[in-house]
């Protein structure tokens, strides 16, 4: 396996409920390190970018109002098989089809308000990451 590096959103609902540190323990408990991190509030532009690949949805404009209703944490998580690590710990899009223990199971609030992002391959990840962070922030 190799050393990935995902791109990951600690989302509105859960900084809301002080959940960063929660969050970010599974991930360092599970072999992912935390590369770079910043706390920010996207402006609807970003966000409407971000999630461009969503736009026909029919959830979009609610996926857009919901991801710059509060701050978020942005972070570059590194690991083995980073990508799909993450993806594994974050669970189901919707809370109530996520496996137990998993981020979303713990904390999603519902399929929206689903507490965090993960990139879903290496090539988004790269994109993601580069959308968010100068090279000289990821500090591995
Ligand atoms: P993410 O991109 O946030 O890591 O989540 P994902 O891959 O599991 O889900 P995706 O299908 O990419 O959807 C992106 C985000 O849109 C919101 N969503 N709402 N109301 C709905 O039916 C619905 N479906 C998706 C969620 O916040 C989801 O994470
Ligand atoms: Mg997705």
Redesign the pocket.
């Known amino acids: 396996m190799a050393i990935e590096r995902t791109f990951s ?1 600690i ?1 509105p609902d859960a900084t809301r409920r002080n959940l960063t540190g929660a969050i970010n323990a599974i991930f360092e408990k599970n072999g992912l390190r935390i590369v770079a991190q910043k706390r920010v509030w996207m402006s609807r532009a970003h966000a409407k970018k971000f ?1 461009e ?2 736009a026909a ?3 979009y404009n ?2 857009v109002d ?2 710059v209703s509060g701050p978020v944490v942005v972070q570059v998580l590194e690991g083995e098989d980073a990508v799909a690590k993450n ?1 594994e710990l ?1 669970g ?3 809370p109530a089809n996520a496996a137990e223990g998993t981020i979303r199971k713990l904390y999603a609030e ?5 507490s ?5 391959s290496l090539e988004n990840a790269a994109i993601e990451i580069a959308y968010f962070f100068a090279g000289t922030e990821i500090v591995g």
């Open positions: 959103i989302k999630y690949v969503h949805r029919p959830f609610d996926l919901f991801m993806r974050m189901a899009t919707n519902s399929i929206e308000a689903n965090v992002h993960g990139s879903d």
